[in-house]
């Protein structure tokens, strides 16, 4: 072993001599060595922006490996998937796996977005990080809509057909959104193409984009230091260096998370509880809808609230009312990093914290009177 | 309750109007003062004639606008209360004539009349002056009548039996015609029966439906024998190419009534053909009658209960496949389909060619044993499928501690 272990080292030196002949690394390498991670008692939600880049990843590659059975189409797609969980080699562990690690995904963006908001690590320097964060979410959100109704059976169908409703009451371009999002009047197959096309091409291209942004912006300007550091003596704040340490803590937060996955994957293909996409019966528009059509549970929030709308609120409709709501309340909170003046300046805005606990509890309780009443 | 509230309902409906024709109608203000709530004059508001503008005098003629009775008995056209024989004659003046009934209601036929006298009720009462039989008014009442379309009318599907059964299942007033009186109890106990009275569904056949409504039989039975086929077509047609349909002839059996009786007709079990009991092939068929009757039946007895064998022991599996969570909709496509077989064979049956219902079954076994090995093979990818996550998640999770034990040195 003693002998052997110089000639590796010396056959990897000579690589890495290789390669930093050509691209410098040596300047990347003493950049990744000074890098430090802040230690406290927050240090945890650190994680979770790593998390979700891991479930997306992971959702990269089993959805390239349903893209080569998945046929789009009115007459092709829901065929397709029963192929692809029926016959296709592990294409039902496949589907589980892209189900699952969208839901979960999801889940960990909520958690990092509002983990983010609570320690007011938006604030200066990284409201672009904020920013593309926000539209990082956005899309997955996309994602998840227009992956839903791919399988084209009953469930997807009829709560594609409401959800792409809801857009269309929005004033002045609702109706030209709605036909632009559904290919005409109806939901058909001329919908699964554009939504075919949204979640493999549009949004991929896009989410890559403001994704290489995000995670520049994070590597560029480090992790966000709590409020209460710019005020506390240095010699008191603790820090861990990325590289190897929190790097390594990060892949095994990533295996435990890919074990998670293995199981929930294989004890509950079809999901659990609300969270599930069962294949069911094949979409049929001339069939009566399912007793009660609900929409994923990340959306059940704002579906909710729109359902327990009076219909005309003061002059204007219930619906709209609720889009302009859901509208104006989402542009405050992608702003918060320029409107929190307070925590710009070094001390926590109360204010801003109870009016992200005040998002939190509404979203929480629209999601469970969702799922509660019928 | 439910008929009290649709009857005082109906009643309310009627009753605005009432009030007004009965100023210009002296029957009903004058009878309604001398009957009581059961009288014709009361129970005239139920009566699909009279809702449809038809008052007293439109079938028992006279002035209606005339005070006293006698007057009334004396003015034109008075034809008062018919005899019993008299009914169907009385009801037929209107119901046979096409023209009258057109303006009335098109959708009705006119042929009753004559179909009733073809009838054994008609041909007894009118031939012969027997007053028991049934007439018009003994199946659809008097003053009351009910569009057969409504659940109250003595005529809905639902109450054809208990209207029937009203005299045919009397001892007592049957006793003098000789003919047996246990038809509705057969018919309650019948797979009809239970269908129609049970689970109310009103496409299954009532007395009238094999019987006739009016006439002797429905329109196109030459005997009363024949008519399962109405419904039961392919099985007759089956049974008509058969052997058995001019041995039947020749011994003056009733067709399906030889084996499936006539009111008590029960659901068929497989049992019932066979060369042993309690198939009823043996009633006939003995091992030395010189045909091949009764191995024809072992033949089709052993073919159809392999197939259901087969069918049950898939069923078996694929519920089992289905209760792990396994996708088996083509499995479950698959079983229908020899479910489908079994039905056909069992129909073959009436061939009474053995040849063919093997044939059949055979086909069938072949789609059994399919759903039995995918089923299988499902309940083994379940386990594989277990197995392998149990492997990944120990690799993964020695791979978890490497590095939990390497963060710790670091």
């Known amino acids: ?374 | 309750m439910l008929k009290n509230i649709l009857l005082i309902s109906v009643s309310m409906l009627v009753a605005l109007p009432l009030a007004s024709r009965a100023q210009e109608n002296n029957c009903i203000t004058c009878h309604q003062d001398l009957e009581d709530q059961d009288g014709p004059s009361h129970k005239i508001v139920r009566d699909i004639h009279f809702q449809k503008g038809l008052m007293c005098n439109d079938c028992h003629g006279g002035d209606p606008t005339l005070d006293d009775m006698d007057d009334v008995a004396e003015s034109k056209g008075y034809r008062g209360v018919p005899s019993y024989t008299e009914v169907p004659s009385f009801c037929a003046r209107c119901h046979s004539d096409a023209s009258y009934m057109h303006e009335h209601n098109p959708s009705l036929p006119t042929d009753q009349f004559d179909k009733y006298k073809t009838s054994v009720h008609g041909q007894r009462l009118l031939k012969k002056g027997d007053t028991k039989v049934a007439n018009c008014i003994s199946c659809h009442s008097v003053h009351e009548i009910g569009d057969a379309k409504f659940p109250h009318s003595s005529t809905y599907p639902l109450n054809i039996p208990a209207t029937c059964g009203k005299c045919h299942g009397d001892t007592e007033y049957m006793s003098q015609y000789g003919i047996p009186t246990d038809q509705l109890e057969g018919y309650k106990k019948s797979v009809h029966g239970k269908a129609l009275l049970e689970n109310h569904d009103l496409g299954a056949p009532a007395c009238n439906d094999c019987h006739g409504n009016h006439g002797a039989a429905p329109p196109g039975v030459s005997s009363i024998s024949a008519v399962c086929g109405n419904c039961h077509a392919f099985q007759a047609e089956l049974f008509d190419a058969s052997p058995h349909k001019q041995a039947y002839i020749e011994n003056d059996f009733p067709m399906c009534e030889t084996c499936h009786s006539n009111h008590l007709i029960v659901q068929p079990l497989d049992a019932m053909v066979g060369d042993a009991e309690p198939a009823i092939c043996t009633e006939c068929h003995s091992s030395d009658d010189g045909t091949i009757g009764l191995a024809t039946a072992a033949s089709i007895n052993a073919g159809i209960k392999k197939l259901v064998l087969a069918h049950n022991e898939a069923e078996v599996v694929l519920n089992e496949a289905i209760e792990k969570g396994m996708l088996t909709t083509d499995e479950e496509f698959l079983l229908n389909e020899v479910k489908q077989e079994l039905i056909q064979a069992r129909t073959l049956v009436h061939s009474f060619d053995s040849t063919r219902v093997v044939e059949k079954t055979k086909v069938g076994l072949l789609k059994a044993d399919s759903v039995k090995s995918n089923s299988a093979s499902l309940i083994d990818e379940y386990y594989f499928r277990r197995k392998g996550l149990g492997v990944a998640t120990l690799f993964i999770t020695i791979v978890c501690i490497a590095l939990w034990i390497r963060i710790k040195r670091l």
């Open chain 1, 1 to 374: 072993m003693s002998e052997k272990k110089p000639t590796e080292t010396s056959t990897m030196m000579k690589l890495y001599g290789w390669l930093n002949s050509r691209f410098e690394t040596d300047a990347f390498v003493e950049y990744m060595k000074h890098k430090a991670v802040p230690v406290h008692s927050h240090s945890a939600f650190y994680y979770f922006g790593g998390i979700s880049l891991f479930l997306f990843i992971v959702q990269v590659v089993t959805g390239i490996l349903l893209l080569m059975y998945y046929r789009p189409g009115a007459d092709s797609a829901y065929e397709s998937v029963r192929f692809i969980v029926s016959s296709v080699s592990f294409g039902w562990l496949i589907r589980a796996l892209h189900s699952w690690s969208a839901n979960l995904m999801v889940f960990a963006v909520f958690i990092h977005m509002f983990s983010v908001y609570f320690t007011h690590a938006y604030r200066r320097p990284r409201e672009l990080t904020w920013l593309t964060g926000m539209g990082l979410m956005g899309l997955a959100m996309l994602f998840g809509f227009s992956g839903y109704l791919l399988p084209w059976n009953e469930l997807a169908f009829f709560a594609t057909r409401v959800g792409t409703g809801m857009a269309g009451a929005i004033p002045v371009i609702g109706k030209s959104l709605l036909i632009a999002m559904r290919g005409g009047e109806e939901v058909t197959g001329a919908t699964i193409g554009r939504f075919f096309g949204l979640h493999v091409a549009i949004l991929p291209g896009l989410f890559t984009v403001l994704l290489s942004m995000h995670l520049i912006m994070v590597q560029r300007q480090g992790m966000s230091e709590p409020v209460e550091w710019d005020k506390l003596d240095p010699s008191k704040k603790t820090y861990q260096k990325f590289f190897p340490n929190f790097l390594l803590k990060d892949l095994l937060v990533w295996l435990i998370v890919l074990n998670v996955l293995a199981v929930l994957a294989v004890f509950f293909p079809d999901g659990i509880g609300v969270v599930h996409w069962p294949l069911g019966v094949k979409a049929d528009p001339f069939s009566p809808p399912p007793p009660v059509i609900r929409p994923e549970w990340y959306f059940m929030f704002a579906f909710q609230a729109l359902k327990l709308l009076p219909a005309h609120i003061l002059f204007i409709e219930g619906e709209l009312f609720g889009i302009a709501f859901f509208s104006i309340g989402g542009l405050i909170w992608a702003l918060i990093p320029f409107l929190d003046r307070k925590t710009a300046e070094g001390e926590k805005s109360k204010k801003v914290t109870w009016f992200g606990i005040a998002v939190l509890a509404f979203m929480i309780v629209m999601t469970i009177i969702g799922y509660l009443v019928e």
